[in-house]
């Protein structure tokens, strides 16, 4: 029996997957896989048995990929899997930075006893007026899953779209409509754009990436938009920029203290995902690859491991995986192993990323039969970090 923890509330469409020879577990300790969203890992001890994590959504800021990585923990994200319900709480979010619509819906609340709000709104209304985005230029940082199709659904409500992405993928270049201009140094997108929103991952890189100097680049009273990750954003450096009109409003996913200070800041509760429709695209999504690396040993859409797939086990075959170092000789000290003891290799394949592989290896121990020393022979060797009997 395969054991799954979730660490965060995971819509039951994905985990009523788990079915035969799966169960839910109540722990992290003992399981075999986690599913989690947004609950932080950094500092959350990671079981032996644990083999995979499975983040339903994009971000994997919470989560410690190399440690995972050195401990022969595989995590899987769900790309574009939430990617529609950001785009429309986007478009939302360029409508709060335009029109005061959070101040109307204020004024009102406040004056719900008022029996003559009818009239007093004619009169309040011109407090809370504001522009079209129509025709505005709009900057769209990052073109993945979300800022694609943010940049179509804004050429589409008849928007001047600029994108830059110096690392776009052929995929999502391809999905990009061909009305977007594309910018290849970010300045330019500061300096021209009347809206500008981020899509980029929370890396060390990315930190702070809106700081002093990119908000000094902007336009007069640009709005800036940030439903990827509050580390993005120098909060300083934005306080500033809101005070001094530099920029006119910032509207943000990521509520903190220091946000929460910030005049003309329109804050949102980190909503960006959460529709029933996102929460059960990831779930669906997660499950299945969580299932497919536990069942079959099929590696796709892993952040800290490369893709590698020899589809289901053939019958009659063991399937041996190694996640281990990308080293020179790896390969052959695993095939070794199996050739001194007389096992055939029937189909093999091994992939890298980065400082991580993994082999994948079909066995036919046919009349020899299976070495009982073969897994810890493979698991001493210089640089393995996990093996694992998949069938
Ligand atoms: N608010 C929410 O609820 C919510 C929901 C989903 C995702 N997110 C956040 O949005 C981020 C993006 O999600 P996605 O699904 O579009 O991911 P994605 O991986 O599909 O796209 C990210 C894009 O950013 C680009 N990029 C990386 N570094 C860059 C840089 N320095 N400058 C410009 N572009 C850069 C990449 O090339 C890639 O195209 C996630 O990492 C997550 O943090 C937030
Ligand atoms: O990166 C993501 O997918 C989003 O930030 C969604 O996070 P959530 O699953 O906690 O809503």
Do not use: Q
Request: glycine share 8%; net charge negative.
């Amino acid at each position: 029996m395969r054991r799954i923890h979730c660490l965060n509330n995971i819509s039951p469409l994905g985990t009523a997957l788990l079915t035969e020879g799966y169960a839910l577990s109540d722990t992290l300790e003992g399981a075999d896989g986690a599913l989690v969203r947004s609950a932080s890992l950094h500092d959350v001890e990671l079981p032996e048995s644990l083999l995979a994590i499975a983040r339903a959504g994009a971000g994997v800021n919470n989560i410690p990929l190399e440690r995972c990585a050195e401990a022969g923990i595989v995590v899987f994200n769900t790309p574009g899997a939430n990617a529609n319900a950001v785009k429309e709480l986007v478009i939302c979010a360029l409508l709060l930075g335009s029109r005061d619509i959070a101040g109307g819906i204020a004024w009102c609340r406040d004056n719900a006893g008022d029996e003559n709000i009818a009239k007093a709104a004619e009169k309040a209304k011109k407090a809370f007026s504001g522009r079209e985005i129509a025709g505005k230029k709009l900057g769209v940082i990052g073109l993945g899953a979300i800022g694609a199709e943010v940049a179509n659904a804004a050429v589409g409500l008849g928007m001047d779209v600029y994108g830059y992405d110096p690392y776009v993928s052929v995929g999502a270049a391809w999905r990009i409509s061909s009305a977007v201009h594309h910018v290849t140094n970010l300045d330019d997108v500061l300096r021209v754009c009347d809206y500008l929103t981020i899509h980029v991952p929370a890396t060390d890189s990315t930190k702070g990436m809106i700081d002093a100097r990119a908000c000094s680049l902007m336009k007069d009273g640009a709005v800036f938009l940030n439903f990827s990750r509050d580390s993005l954003v120098d909060d300083e450096a934005m306080a500033a920029a809101l005070s001094s009109g530099k920029v006119a409003v910032y509207v943000t996913d990521f509520a903190n203290p220091a946000v929460m200070r910030m005049e003309h800041a329109v804050v949102l509760p980190h909503l960006g995902a959460s529709t029933a429709e996102a929460e059960d695209n990831c779930a669906v999504m997660a499950v299945r690859e969580l299932m497919d690396y536990l069942d079959n040993g099929t590696i796709a859409n892993s952040v800290n491991y490369p893709a590698c797939d020899l589809g289901p086990v053939p019958e009659g075959l063991r399937r041996v995986a190694v996640l281990h170092e990308n080293v020179p000789n790896a390969l052959a000290r695993i095939t070794n192993v199996f050739g001194d003891a007389g096992v055939n290799i029937e189909n093999m394949a091994n992939k890298s990323r980065g400082e991580a592989a993994y082999t994948l290896l079909d066995l036919d121990a046919g009349a020899a039969g299976w070495p009982d020393d073969a897994i810890e022979r493979l698991a001493a060797l210089e640089g393995v970090r996990r093996v694992r009997v998949v069938k």
